[in-house]
Nanobody, 119 residues
């Protein structure tokens, strides 16, 4: 019942910036948390950043100080501002949303968007 549409991925040089967006749509009463996860080939999927109702955030140690997550609840959208990108940031980034809808709790994932950091 909830779909996530991501945008903003692409190819960027080391030191560059990208902003990812993820918009949730469907039957939504409330979104309690949204986050970004990433997975590179051969690596485990890891939490990049997550934001919870009330404003609490979590970041992977590897991105602290470089990435910032924010939400626009009116638009059911989460953003990930990525600065000072490194080749190690190359991965598929997937958006996640948790919340409540008319049929109960939901936990939805986007399709993933490729971020490639390379000279």
């Amino acid at each position: 019942q909830v779909q996530l549409v991501e945008s903003g991925g692409g190819l960027v040089q080391p030191g560059g910036s990208l902003r990812l967006s993820c918009a949730a749509s469907g039957s939504i009463f409330s979104i309690n948390a949204m986050g970004w996860y990433r997975q590179a080939p051969g690596n485990q999927r890891e939490l990049v950043a997550r934001i919870i109702s009330g404003g609490s955030t979590n970041y992977a140690d590897s991105v602290k100080g470089r990435f910032a997550i924010s939400r626009d609840n009116a638009k059911n959208t989460v953003y990930l501002q990525m600065n000072s990108l490194k080749p190690e940031d190359t991965a598929v980034y997937a958006c996640n949303a948790e919340g409540w809808g008319p049929r109960g709790r939901f936990n939805s994932w986007g399709q993933g968007t490729q971020v490639t950091v390379s000279s």
